[in-house]
């Protein structure tokens, strides 16, 4: 009788990893290309502020010069834009893991108990 228990238990268990191994599949899916089109736009636009700043820092272009006026624009455009991105990546990065416990939530506690290879923190206190 105890076998049959421990055997229809594990194969609970298994069913409950295939699941938690479904949502992970889907959290790096959606996480990999969002990381992507969020933090490429960003080094761009960080390599771009570094070329502009450089200039203005090292002495180079000082007040006065010709075309100081459009570095110092173009210093702040750069910065703006990757305030923006940081921002959207950094809500991206938040709505995603929220939306990625939740589903874990819903799967609910794993059969047999815990420790499992997936999420141990989970239900541990």
Do not use: H, N
Not at 22 to 30: D, E, R
Not at 42 to 57: C, E, H, K, N, R
Not at 59 to 85: C, R, S, T
């Amino acid at each position: 009788m105890t076998q049959a228990i421990d055997a229809d238990q594990k194969e609970l268990a298994a069913a409950w990893d295939k699941r938690c191994w479904k949502v992970q599949l889907k959290y790096t899916a959606v996480l990999l290309p969002t990381t992507f089109l969020l933090f490429v736009p960003f080094s761009v636009a960080l390599f771009y502020f570094i070329d502009i700043v450089s200039p203005l820092m090292s002495g180079e272009l000082v007040y006065g010069l010709p075309g100081y006026y459009e570095y110092q624009e173009a210093k702040d455009d750069a910065l703006i834009f990757m305030a923006v991105l940081g921002v959207l990546y950094a809500i991206a990065l938040y709505l995603m893991y929220r939306w990625y416990k939740k589903m874990m939530r819903a799967l609910g506690p794993r059969p047999g108990g815990y420790p499992g290879k997936w999420k141990r923190w989970l239900c541990a206190e």
